[in-house]
């Protein structure tokens, strides 16, 4: 009753119309093929009656031969009718499966109209623009924390190198200390700064040669930095040897702080 008043019983009916005539059409379509095949047997018959009548009763070949024309011209409409069923199988087959496709189509459409809703390019457009700004946002704030202010002030690479001349100059002081001579002071630059004193290169390994033959792990030169350092305690000489030996080194200052 309530399919009847809502129209779901004619539209169920409607669905099922083109299923039943096929149905039908079939069973027909099989009753004829029978009927064909019976009349083939009945015309193959009635020739082998004729065949057999020919010679001594032609009168009953005659009435076979008669009879095999009528079921020719029978097996002739039959084959015929098979046909139309055929093609009209195929037609309503042909207009089912289009009428089943145009109704996925508007369905499979239906459905894309509710997923799409009330959404438009112009929306599409904002959404992939705000989504280019908060990309741009994040790689922005990536980059700022990144590059953040570092801790401390900037050092004066300057002020490094002050540093390291007034701690070149204190290790040669303390070592001249220690073998209780005085050290000359480190030339200083333009800044106040001071700086490594270092030999000629010239003749720079004869200087000491003469002068401290016994105690060359007095004073050490490195000829690959061309820089002479003074290290360990001398040992002990006789006093002559002393004094000729302080007053080389004497000049030798001399010359170092030129």
């Known amino acids: 009753m309530w399919g009847t008043w809502f129209g779901g019983s004619g539209a169920q009916k409607r669905k099922d119309a083109p299923k039943k005539a096929i149905l039908d059409l079939r069973q027909q379509l099989d009753m004829l093929q029978k009927r064909e095949k019976h009349l083939e047997n009945q015309m193959a018959e009635q020739e082998k009656i004729a065949k057999m009548n020919v010679s001594t009763n032609k009168t009953a070949a005659r009435t076979a031969l008669k009879r095999k024309k009528a079921h020719e011209h029978s097996l002739e409409q039959t084959s015929a009718q098979i046909s139309m069923l055929e093609n009209q199988i195929y037609?309503?087959?042909?207009?089912?499966?289009?009428?089943?496709?145009?109704?996925?189509?508007?369905?499979?459409?239906?459905?894309?109209?509710?997923?799409?809703?009330?959404?438009?390019?112009?929306?599409?457009?904002?959404?992939?623009?705000?989504?280019?700004?908060?990309?741009?946002?994040?790689?922005?704030?990536?980059?700022?924390?990144?590059?953040?202010?570092?801790?401390?002030?900037?050092i004066d690479e300057s002020e490094l190198e002050d540093e390291i001349s007034r701690l070149e100059q204190e290790n040669l002081d303390e070592k001249m200390t220690n073998t209780g001579m005085t050290v000359p002071q480190l030339p200083t630059g333009l800044n106040g700064e001071r700086k490594s004193t270092t030999l000629p290169p010239a003749s720079s390994r004869n200087i000491l040669g003469p002068l401290l033959p016994r105690e060359r792990g007095f004073f050490r030169h490195d000829a690959n930095s061309n820089v002479t350092t003074v290290s360990g305690r001398a040992p002990t000489k006789p006093m002559h040897e002393e004094e000729d030996e302080e007053e080389e080194l004497r000049k030798l200052q001399a010359e170092m702080a030129m």
């Open 91 to 154: 037609s309503i087959e042909s207009a089912n499966i289009n009428q089943e496709t145009l109704l996925a189509m508007k369905n499979a459409s239906k459905a894309m109209k509710d997923i799409h809703g009330n959404l438009t390019i112009d929306k599409v457009d904002d959404i992939m623009e705000g989504l280019g700004e908060q990309r741009a946002l994040a790689e922005e704030i990536g980059n700022a924390i990144a590059n953040g202010p570092q801790a401390g002030e900037p």
